[in-house]
């Protein structure tokens, strides 16, 4: 990898080709010329690290250049990937300065997976704008396609060529202790030889190769021998693949039986690749789960939430009668405000830092202000309407305006504490955001439960006395306290859709679980805080076996 890195860091023009077949390691060789970089750059000393540029991996593959300039969309994939360069302290433009700056060195990957009408226009502009170091990685025949057009002048062009037969009989060889078992020697054997050729040109390539090594582990590689056993070599790549869920889940001497099937790991899975696919992503956030379920059911949930809640607010209040009526206004309004709080903006999963007075102005956090005070005046209405039932007007007015007063100061104090998931010095994975949600909630939930509880209690207080108004104020506080810790956050929405796909089938009720099984079982992947198939073929095969298993049970 060091000859990888000295043609990186030697090049004049900065730019930088990796061309190769599918599977042959492309997006190895950039993360491991990346790392590479990385460390020689801590090796440097501090005048000459600071004019070093820091590698950066992004992937092109949703980059339209005739919407959004070179430099403006490695910004934009700069802020969404590393989110504490959305810091306070380092200014609202950092990203922006990086680049100008040259800074950065841009390894794009993806390329191959753009349009192909789109391709050479991605090509020119990166000719044209691209001034900072660069390395594209991109598949043979997609590159070719695409340079008939346009071209990337100064560029070295480096290919990835197929492992050799005896290189990968070698590699076969040192993944199992010496002398190797006769079967896996069996294996070795035959892919040195090359007598069956779609298992050698299967296993010339690093993925295919790392698929043997991790799905084999009990040493029998018998299911890859005898004659004529594959057709070609997508045939063994596809049955290597097929087997990647049946070992990650496999009992294993010695070890606790997995928690879950591997009949249920590969259902769960193939519902999720699907998913996955048709948002044609590879990214599975956790955050954006709900948007795969219909939203009437995470709407009746917070009706049923909010229900509760003025239930026991109207039983403390004026008895078991009154909390009838609480209760079925509570239902309505929350129904409502649950589909109404779909629109709240995507910039959350949230994290509790310290005050930051600026963002009470801040344009990005005007659509959260008008979510706040819609919600804030619905249940405000809501609250004066139903207190006002009780022949006490100016009650329910003064339940009303605490209620929407109580919506508007939790809704400050979420945009002056709750910033994005990450900070400064720790980008954070999918769990750490799961747990920086929940504790955000936490706090709004807090702030809401203070406000609404001595604003209700004053009001109570001042028309029935100060003893009932600190009861009334106290259940008042803890009980929307509760609610609104829930509901606030992201999480409360992706446990009511975890809850959906359970109902449906097609994934376990606790699935933050379950991803974070599997990606101890190198099922999954974390990058950022997302979670990705290990493999990229592997959510595409599992796309295929989805639908495979459907059509076979269709009747006939």
Known sequence: ?????????????????????????????????????????????????????????????????????????????????????????????????????????????????????????????????????????????????????????????????????????????????????????????????????????????PLTLTLVRDTFHADDATALLGPARFDNSNAVEDFLLDRVVPAAYATRPGRPAPRYTAAQANRWLRYIARKMGEEDTYDLAWWRIPAWQPSTFRAVANGLLAALVFAVIGWVTFGSEFAAITGVAGLVAGTLVGAFAEWRPEDRPARVTPIRWRALGSPGRSRLNLIGLVIGLGYGTVAGLTFGLRGNPALGLACGIATALAFQFSTAVSILTAAPYADAGNPVDPLTGWRRDRATGLVVGIAFGLASGVLTGIAFGMWYGFGRGLTIGVTVGVATGIAMSLSYVRTWDARLAFVQIWLAGDGPVRSMEFFEDAHRRGVLRTVGPVYQFRHARLRDRLIVQHHSCHQDARPG
């Open 1 to 205: 990898m060091q000859a990888l890195f000295a043609v990186y860091a030697g090049l004049d023009s900065g730019r930088l080709l990796i061309v190769g077949g599918p599977g042959t390691g492309k997006t190895g060789a950039v993360i491991t010329l990346l790392i590479t970089a990385l460390r020689h750059r801590d090796e440097l000393g501090e005048s000459d690290r600071k004019v070093t540029p820091v590698p950066v991996l992004v992937n092109c593959r949703y980059w339209d250049p005739s919407r959004l300039a070179f430099a403006d969309w490695v910004a934009k994939q700069l802020r969404d990937t590393y989110r504490f360069l959305r810091a306070d302290e380092y200014g609202a433009d950092v990203a922006e300065r990086l680049i100008a700056q040259q800074r950065v060195a841009v390894l794009l990957d993806g390329f191959d997976e753009t349009p192909e009408e789109l391709r050479p226009t991605i090509l020119g502009s990166l000719d044209g704008q691209a001034r900072c170091r660069l390395v594209l990685i991109s598949r043979n025949e997609q590159l070719a396609d695409a340079v008939r057009h346009a071209h990337l002048a100064g560029a070295a062009a480096l290919e990835l060529l197929p492992v050799s037969r005896e290189d990968a009989a070698d590699y076969l060889l040192r993944c199992r202790v010496q002398p190797a078992p006769e079967s896996w020697q069996r294996l070795v054997d035959q892919v040195r030889s090359g007598i069956d050729g779609a298992i050698a040109e299967a296993l010339n390539k």
